[in-house]
């Protein structure tokens, strides 16, 4: 050990003498401190004239807008091939080489102590990001520093696989270029090589496995993961004994076969090591973030602790659909890591892919190859895309394996288990675009419990809740494609009628303006739901009160005569935006993202009141002041009602939407009566009436739901707020230290370099 540690010392000496570490060590200091100070400084002004930012951890070391960590990944990728192309062709240029050769030092210590002289100038970078851990440790309230420390770790297990991989490069020639060239070559290929041979399969692992890109990227948000880890280390053994293997073979004279068999075992027991350490079963993982975001919530592990036994993910990927490129064979390994966080805790999880072709809602190939049959237009789009129509199943042979008529031919996954029990998990026409852990885990959910049945009355008028049009209920219910709706949040939704036995297994029942009166063995259906505790909602809007009274008189409820009106310059008087009251935030925490500035959008809207004692506790959950109930003026859109106190109208603060509970036997039921059927409509949910603020409309559906459900679902994945969100310095003190860091200590580097220079000189 004495050894390398003298090498080390003697080839940083070598190093510092020449200009080339210094001219680096002084770039990327001005080049990491000015991008990092730049993004620091604004931080600190931006708080101090709009208020505390949030989660400033991130924001300063792991995003890649400011990240100090992405940020010098950048500059380490060109820098190191320029610190190592030296190392040894230095070496082969002057003959000293042959003094190594004839002195007792190894072929391993001489590659150990070059590589160590190497980790210890990379220390040296790994310092000068550590001068700005320690800036934002004493000037950032509650900085996360286990996250940052892991991050610091993922770039410098970087820079050290650079390091390993420049100085096999620098073994192989004498040319200090071509060893420089020959790195970054090298560093080119690891970066890239992940998406190559991707459509064979076992080819496709190890490959993947290979490519260093975004291989810190999980260090550097704070996840230490075992793959990860191992991967540095063997990459980083890897090319230090390939160069230790190429010396021994310039040094000794070595047979073909001894050296074919040599560099055999090594590329085979780091390959095959590397890929079984990357099999979910062999991964360990460390989350150092303080309130463990890298991980899974709670919810999301309990789910998965119920799951014993196999499990199945199944990809149906339809050639027509516009999506069939996200799993084509060269994206699979970047699909998988999409589940990545259900693998760690479920890691036997099983993944599979089905390619078929069928048609679909949205077919591209209708708009490419007009006026062609189908099977036409599917030869053709194969042709032009480039893809093996044989590997598609055909439509008679999908359909022998899954049904999936119901999907319309879109992209669907389908998680089974052992027992048979499957469920579907959708992809969405939204920003987005893939399920995020909500959606997964309530797909999951459903394969350990029967998911909460809303049953949806019709027969009357009644909102359709297959419906697309404006008035239709299908965006918030069964639309396949919309990540909000019911059947993508863990709920079941089927039509029914008061009279079918389908009632006595409904969780939640829908009652959405009824036009015609319920038939008196309806009400006594309805009636005896009611008696026995069974969770309502009743939406009715003004006008239907012949209609919808009897429903409203089991719960205590009327609903007042007319329409709620408020004139306003920018929308029309029955256009009501309604306030969450503070005591629906206790009923469902999804209600408190609905509160402060924000507001429910209602167009046409009854009051309603309680009038009678059903032994319900009510809770108003929605409310607005200055309304008057106008009871003359039916078309808002041409006339503008006026307020008439003669003619019965009461202009004050109205109950638009109220909550009901009481106690049935062991279990607390609950109903939700709300003045306006039509927010929770398509045209509702879509419409924005050009505010600043758009309604809110979705979430407090969803916090509606949350209630009525007793909290089961939608899942709940909320993380703690976090508390690393303000600084302690003032905007002059963050000027100040940008000077110190962005010009100050290059400056200092620069002026030691000197002194250091000229004292060598002088002796």
Known sequence: MRTVYDIAKAE????????????????????????????????????????????????????????IYNLAMKYLYLY???????????????????MLYSSPVSNGQIILGKFLSMVIFVGMLMGVLAVYVVLCGLTVENLDIPAVLVGLLGVFLVTCTYAAIGLYM???????????????????????????????????????????????????????????????????????????????????????????????????????????????????????????????????????????????????????????????????????????????????????????????????????????????????????????????????EIRKMVDLRGEEGRFVRQFKRENGESSFLRIYSDMLRHPQESEISASLKRLVRKPPLVGCVRGHGERNVWGHGLRGYSMFTRQHDHRYSLINQGFDVKELTLESPLIDSVDILLVAEPREPFSEREMDALEKYVERGGDLIVLTNPGREHAVAPVLRLVGVRQLPGTLVRLSKE???????????????????????????????????????MVEDKGFVAVP????????????????????????????????????????????????QRIIVSGDADFISNGGLLATYNLKTAPVNYEFLMG?????????????????????????????????????????????LFVFAMILWMRRRGK
């Not at 190191?80 to 002057?94: G, K």
């Open 12 to 67: 940083l000496q070598v190093l510092f003498y020449s200009p080339i570490a210094w001219i680096i060590l002084l770039l990327y200091t001005f080049q990491v401190g000015y991008g990092f100070m730049e993004g620091y400084v604004s931080f600190v002004y931006s708080q101090e004239m709009f208020g505390e930012a949030g989660n400033l951890t991130h924001l300063l070391f792991s995003s890649g807008y400011a990240g």
């Open 80 to 98: 190191i091939p320029l610190l190592t192309m030296n190392l040894m062709s230095r070496e082969y240029v002057t003959g000293s080489i042959k």
């Open 170 to 396: 620098s073994t192989l020639t004498s040319y200090q270029i071509i060893a420089a060239l020959g790195t970054l070559a090298v560093l080119t290929f690891l970066h890239y090589v992940g998406g190559m041979w991707q459509e064979v399969a076992f080819v496709r692992d190890l490959t993947y496995w290979l490519s260093v890109r975004g291989r810190a990227d999980e260090m550097i948000v704070g996840l230490l993961c075992s793959e990860d880890l191992l991967y540095f280390i063997l990459v980083t053994y890897f090319f230090l004994q390939l160069s230790i293997l190429f010396l021994r073979v310039k040094r000794q004279k070595v047979g073909c076969w001894k050296v074919i068999r040599s560099y055999g075992v090594l590329i085979v027991g780091v390959f095959l090591f590397g890929f079984l350490t990357s099999r979910p079963v062999c991964m360990s993982f460390y989350d150092a973030t303080r309130f463990k975001t890298n991980t899974l919530t709670p919810a999301s592990q309990e789910i998965l602790k119920q799951l014993e036994g196999g499990l199945t993910l199944t990809t149906y990927s339809n050639l027509m659909n516009e999506d069939f490129s996200l799993t084509l064979p060269v994206n699979i390994n970047t699909d998988k890591r999409r589940f990545r966080q259900y693998t760690r805790f479920k890691p036997e999880m099983e993944m599979n892919y089905v390619y078929y072709y069928d048609s679909c809602v949205v077919d591209p190939s209708e708009s490419i190859f007009p006026g062609l049959s189908f099977d036409e237009r599917v030869r053709k789009f194969a042709e032009t895309m480039g893809v093996d129509l044989s590997r598609y199943l055909a439509p008679v």
């Open 571 to 609: 929308l029309q008087p029955n256009v009501v935006l309604a306030k969450t009251m503070r005591e629906a935030c206790d009923l469902s925490y999804i209600f408190r993202g609905t509160t402060g500035i924000y507001r429910v959008a209602m167009e046409g809207v009854a009051g309603l009141e």
């Open 621 to 668: 959950l929605l409310t607005c002041d200055s309304l008057w109930n106008e009871l003359q003026v039916s078309n808002f859109e041409d006339s503008v009602p006026v307020y008439d106190s003669d003619k019965g109208e009461i202009m004050g603060q109205y109950q638009l939407m109220l909550a009901l509970r009481r106690n049935v036997g062991e279990k607390e």
């Open 704 to 748: 509606m739901f949350n209630w009525l459900s007793h909290g089961d679902l939608p899942i709940d994945v909320r993380r703690p707020a976090s508390i690393d969100n303000a600084f302690e310095v003032s905007s002059p003190t963050a000027d100040v230290l940008y000077g110190c860091l962005v010009w100050g200590l290059p400056l200092f």
